[in-house]
């Protein structure tokens, strides 16, 4: 999650260090049986739910309009959509607001449907570089056939390494995360929200947002625009506390008895007065913190939403 990197008074990169150091494990086969299993539906099938590629839009299918092919026709933006918001029957929901909210606001978008490939953010972290490269070369070759002006994605695991990775390969685009997209319509009074969402809401930061790539703006601009009062958590931007999922940790099983980064996050956001809503921006952070409040019996004190449902709420 790089907090240590970003708490290191010495700047030393732990980060390339553990990595290599997985890249050995993974080697010699030393490995958590839920990841071991992970990796293996994401060499068969793409992705890490080990579903037939063939069922990645069936999100899609309920919508009211048609969602463009971008292997087929001309978009402004390709929507690389991910794993857990095309496979997650809890986060299909986000996915296709999402898309409503996309074609309310007139944005020509188009997704890459059963060709997307899982971008292989988490694949490296784990140590399987060889399976990265595979997933990597695999989604280059179809970006190449495809027209469009910019990547957005709903998923910073996928835009940090779309972002910063792929052009090593020659994969360079104009990488953007769908907050960034949202503001900038914003900004130019396109994105409108007139029915505001009288809500006391907190933030969590994705590390592959925040700390990764610097976006702290953007999503606050957001929750504000839409009604809310944001209080922020004591340990929130470049300190954020990682949800656990990231690094290939989603995939892993957990110690039995230990309070998961997830639940510390959500007992830190139960502390804040009259706050009812702990908001993300990552896919992965919805099904981290729901379990989270959940597990905590905290559901009835806490909702977990994507800024993407008080955007739509908003409008």
Request: hydrophobic share 40%; aromatic share 8%; glycine share 8%.
């Amino acid at each position: 999650c790089m907090a240590c990197v970003e708490a290191c008074p010495v700047g030393i990169e732990h980060v390339p260090l553990i990595v290599g150091m997985r890249q050995t494990l993974v080697d010699a086969g030393q490995m958590d049986g839920n990841l071991q299993t992970a990796l293996q539906h994401l060499g068969r099938h793409g992705n890490s739910f080990g579903v037939a590629p063939r069922l990645r839009p069936k999100w899609a299918a309920s919508l009211p309009f048609q969602v463009k092919d971008a292997r087929k026709e001309k978009v402004e933006y390709l929507w690389f959509v991910g794993d857990y918001a095309s496979f997650d029957q809890r986060l299909q929901e986000v996915t296709r607001a999402t898309a409503r909210v996309f074609q309310a606001l007139g944005v020509d978008f188009g997704i890459l449907f059963d060709a997307e490939r899982n971008a292989g953010n988490d694949v490296r972290r784990v140590g399987e570089e060889g399976l990265f490269e595979q997933l990597q070369e695999d989604n280059i070759k179809t970006l190449e056939k495809c027209e469009f002006s910019a990547i957005v994605t709903t998923d910073p695991h996928s835009y940090n390494t779309l972002k910063n990775e792929y052009p090593d390969k020659g994969g360079s685009y104009q990488v953007m995360h769908y907050t960034e997209l949202l503001n900038q319509l914003l900004d130019d009074g396109r994105l409108k929200l007139p029915h505001p969402v009288s809500r006391l809401v907190t933030y969590h930061d994705p590390c592959y947002l925040g700390r990764y790539n610097g976006v702290y703006e953007a999503p606050r601009a957001l929750i504000r625009a839409t009604g809310a009062e944001l209080i922020e958590m004591p340990r929130c931007r470049a300190n954020a506390l990682c949800c656990g999922a990231g690094g290939g940790r989603i995939w892993m099983s957990e110690t039995p008895g230990e309070l998961r980064p997830s639940e510390q996050r959500i007992n830190e956001a139960l502390t804040l007065h009259g706050v009812d809503t702990f908001v993300v921006a990552c896919p992965k952070d919805v099904t981290m913190y729901a379990a989270a409040a959940k597990a905590l019996g905290a559901e009835d004190r806490i909702q977990v939403k994507e800024i993407i449902e008080l955007i739509e709420a908003a409008l």
